[in-house]
């Protein structure tokens, strides 16, 4: 039986993007997100992070290091009463080919590693993130309703895919998107 998640990027998402965070006494909580993530599991959606963590590939910080932060940040979601369904990350930057990563954001790799894992219903599913590349993903791996959070300063995207994103300040506007689609 198929089920819809909702995809969130981390940093930016989660946490406030300071760059290449790899520890928890960086990791700063972004305002809301605990609240979305129960809202999203009392709609009946799996929660799934899909990262991109270059940081890895460019020697900041290790594999391990990555992995510790993920597990603290997973028991803090266990603490707030919200269980992450599953967590995926990209840790190159480029693949055999000298192109981007099969599985780094803005190719959808790391959403169908999480469709085939968890049969995820696509269209019926929602994409939270602050990028561009988190957007471009979630369009091609067909997720059904996209959102950007912050204050978006890439370029504007004229492309008919591009006017279905909605786009919100901040988490807790975000909420009431989330309600919207989930409960259409």
Known sequence: MTRRALFLDRDGIINVDKGYVHDAKDFEWM??????????????AALIVVTNQSGIARGYYTEEQYQTLTAWMCARFADEGVALTDVFHCPHLKGPDGLDHPMRKPNPGMLYAARDAHDIDMPASAMLGDKWTDMEAAIAA????????????????????YTTVARHPDLNAALTWLNEVFDA
């Open 31 to 44: 305002p809301g997100i605990f609240e979305l993530a129960r809202t999203a599991i009392d709609l009946d």
């Open 142 to 161: 067909g997720v059904g309703h996209m959102a950007i959070i912050g204050d978006m300063i890439e370029e504007k995207r004229s492309d008919a895919n």
